[in-house]
């Protein structure tokens, strides 16, 4: 099977920076798209960024300019840089990937979540 684990998450103060990753690990035959999302309390889950295979993206309109998805297909890895948080940024952070298997079952994987809380 296929798993996602996710890293990077913390504390941040307004105005700064933090860079999310997640690494896809398993059976994979590959991984094709692959995206960020994030949900606050109360909130429901939003999608934030996506990346094809081929890296094209598109974003959250709260969040373009702010926020940079990429992906590194030899490391089956996608990475959210994040600059100019805002105290609305703060939630969880899942990320997300379309895989095919060895076996060639397609899968929707999801990553555990990863708590990005920005501070004013």
């Known amino acids: 099977q296929v798993q996602l684990v996710e890293s990077g998450g913390g504390l941040v103060q307004a105005g700064g920076s933090l860079t999310l990753s997640c690494a896809a690990s398993?059976?994979?035959?590959?991984?094709?798209?692959m995206g960020w999302y994030r949900q606050a309390p109360g909130k429901q889950r939003e999608l934030v960024a996506t990346i094809t295979r081929g890296s094209s993206t598109n974003y959250l309109d709260s969040v373009k300019g702010r926020f940079t998805i990429s992906r590194d297909n030899a490391k089956n890895t996608v990475y959210l840089q994040m600059n100019s948080l805002k105290p609305e940024d703060t939630a969880v952070y899942y990320c997300n990937a379309e895989s095919i298997t060895t076996t060639g079952r397609r899968l929707e994987v999801w990553g555990q979540g990863t708590l990005v809380t920005v501070s004013s």
């Open positions: 398993g059976s994979i035959f590959r991984i094709n798209a």
